[in-house]
């Protein structure tokens, strides 16, 4: 039988095999099944693989399933917005950035009180 891919393994071949930097793309745990993570996750319409043990799926299956994943991506974009790397540089992720819009914070005043009826 064959030994069961590392995540580290699983990582590093769909990094390689689709040319995205390995610091974009992890895999994680949560309640009970594997998550693509990181940012080419977040660019995904699903990252869950609904399996529960990395030895379920070989490394290949493993490829396969961000292939998948991948091209329903690259599906709906133009010719020149498929590459996982640019797509992902685009991107402003610092959730504290001054240049967004601010959000204005109404406060409550007594004089905005409804009448008692």
Known sequence: MAKAP?????????????????????????????YWTGFAACMLDGSCTYIKYLSDWTLDRWVADFES????????????????????????????????PEVIVLSYSKDWSVPDE
Not at 8 to 20: E, G, H, L, R, W
Not at 69 to 92: C, F, H, V
């Open 69 to 100: 994943k991948l091209e329903e991506w690259q599906e709906y974009r133009d010719e020149g917005e498929r590459d996982m790397n640019t797509e992902i540089e685009k991107i402003n992720w610092d959730i504290d950035n001054t240049d967004e």
């Open 6 to 34: 590392t995540k580290k393994a699983i990582v590093q071949a769909v990094c390689t095999k689709f040319n995205i930097k390995p610091e974009y793309l992890n895999i994680d745990k949560d309640d009970g099944f594997y």
